[in-house]
């Protein structure tokens, strides 16, 4: 059985609300650089986090327990960078509102049509004018 089912399983036993994806460090970007897959591809590994969390909650609702919510995770941009900065912020001076836009927007798409609940915005270390600051 997959590990990430199992992890899921355990929340759901002990009757959680909510699990989440294991998708907080999950990007396009990140998969086509560093393992080589194209923009379906990545986009589809993104979803398969889901599928896997609905397997998790089928075969606990067989057993009787109640469906939790699946929150998808999403992470910041600075966790693609790999350099602490997911933290700190520091990137943000660097990086435009239109690259963060095409970062973000496809995960949280893939997550969506694949049958999030609810997004789960995690770590978000610095805010942009264009992001809640006016």
């Known amino acids: 059985m997959n590990a990430y089912v ?13 699990i ?12 086509k650089k560093h393992l080589n ?9 993104i979803q398969k986090a ?9 075969r606990c609702e ?5 469906a939790p919510q699946i ?3 999403v992470g910041p941009y600075g966790a693609y960078l790999h350099d602490g900065s997911e933290y700190s912020g520091h990137y943000i001076d660097n990086v435009t509102d239109k690259e963060l836009k095409e970062y973000h927007e496809p995960r949280v798409d893939a997550l969506v049509k694949a049958g999030v609940d609810l997004i789960a915005i995690e770590t978000i270390p610095a ?8």
Do not use: H, M, W
């Not at 989440?20 to 998969?31: L, V």
């Not at 897959?37 to 590994?45: A, G, N, P, T």
């Not at 067989?62 to 109640?66: D, R």
């Open 6 to 18: 199992c992890f899921c399983i355990f929340y759901i036993l002990a009757e959680v609300d909510i």
């Open 127 to 134: 805010k942009k004018r264009s992001f809640n600051n006016p």
């Open 37 to 45: 897959l194209s923009e379906e591809e990545s986009y589809k590994l």
């Open 20 to 31: 989440e994806t294991n998708t907080y460090q999950a990007s396009i970007f990140g998969f």
């Open 50 to 58: 889901v599928s896997l969390a609905k397997t998790a909650i089928k």
């Open 71 to 73: 929150a998808g995770s």
């Open 62 to 66: 067989k057993l009787g327990y109640k």
